[in-house]
């Protein structure tokens, strides 16, 4: 009965700490880190939401600061940033927002990964404080950039500080959140033929909107690879864009009307 009952608490204790934590590696050592977004307050009207979740809890959000550490919570959950506008936050319960599904709210871009984990004893590495900054907002994305990393030792070694430069087009990037306050709703009469297109794209847009319609076409790893200006003076406007010797793939095309952006897939084939 005594071994039963001990090999029943060492299973509720192994269970445990594989569904709650983690299972320490012997001889190693966790590695803290510590990740900021150190210029958001250079765009007082954007908040940034860490959205964290996994296959078996209930996704959460909070709003990022500046100052604080991003946290993540266990190493297997999945973590998130997306950008959205101060003003669309207010009166809404951002704990419960499916962000990934939010049309006002725009990705970050790299995948930031804020969980330190364990190193083995024979790595004298202890923390690590990494600092990223906004760059600026595409249709679709909110582009960061790591600009310093600081590695600490456990072994009496001085801190290693790398610092890193944009090597990216700003010029590409918009410096205000390019989405709408209002729930982005699709304009009627935008249409892109033929999709799957080979040599030339013809883009028709037949609505009320009048002035310029910026447009974009982004691979889907968010990098504009085609950019121009469209002059929307009358009811409909019919144009004609040359892919033929792009890259097959898919494509986003991303049109703006005022505030609103306005998305649409294509393949190039």
Same mark, same amino acid.
């Given at each position: 009965m005594k071994k039963q009952l001990t090999l029943l608490v060492f299973v509720i204790l192994l269970m445990g700490k594989i569904s709650y934590g983690d299972v320490i590696p012997d001889h190693s050592h966790y590695v803290s880190k510590c990740v900021k977004i150190t210029n958001l307050d250079d765009y007082p009207d954007v908040s940034l939401v860490g959205f964290i979740s996994?296959?078996? #809890?209930?996704?959460?959000?909070?709003? =990022?600061?500046s100052t604080e550490c991003l946290t993540k919570g266990y190493k297997l959950y999945?973590?998130?940033?997306? %950008? =959205?506008?101060?003003?669309y936050l207010v009166g809404k319960d951002i704990k419960t927002m499916d962000l990934p599904r939010e049309?006002?709210?725009? #990705? %970050?871009?790299?995948?930031?990964?804020?969980?330190?984990?364990?190193?083995?004893?024979?790595?004298?590495?202890? %923390?690590?404080?990494?600092?990223y900054k906004i760059v600026g907002f595409s249709s679709s994305q909110v582009v960061l950039y790591l600009w310093k990393e600081v590695t600490k030792f456990n072994d009496g070694q001085a801190d290693l500080t790398k610092t890193f430069t944009y090597d990216g087009d700003v010029a590409m990037l918009y410096q205000k959140i390019t989405v709408s306050?209002?729930?982005?709703?699709?304009?009627?009469?935008?249409?892109?033929?033929?999709?799957p297109v080979q040599k030339n794209l013809h883009i028709k847009i037949n609505n009320n909107y009048l002035g310029t319609v910026p447009f974009e076409l982004v691979t889907m790893g968010g990098k504009v690879v085609k950019s121009m200006t469209l002059n929307k003076s009358g009811l409909i406007i019919d144009c004609e864009l040359q892919i033929a010797n792009?890259?097959?793939? %898919?494509?986003?095309?991303?049109?703006?009307?005022?505030?609103? =952006?306005e998305s649409r897939k294509i393949v190039i084939k």
């Open positions: 996994s296959d078996w #809890i209930q996704s959460y959000n909070y709003v =990022v600061s999945d973590f998130d940033i997306f %950008a =959205v506008s101060k003003a049309p006002n709210a725009l #990705i %970050a871009y790299p995948k930031i990964e804020p969980y330190g984990g364990y190193l083995d004893d024979s790595n004298p590495i202890s %923390a690590i404080d990494q600092n306050v209002n729930s982005l709703q699709n304009h009627p009469g935008i249409e892109l033929y033929p999709n792009m890259d097959k793939g %898919a494509y986003l095309v991303n049109l703006k009307f005022g505030n609103i =952006v």
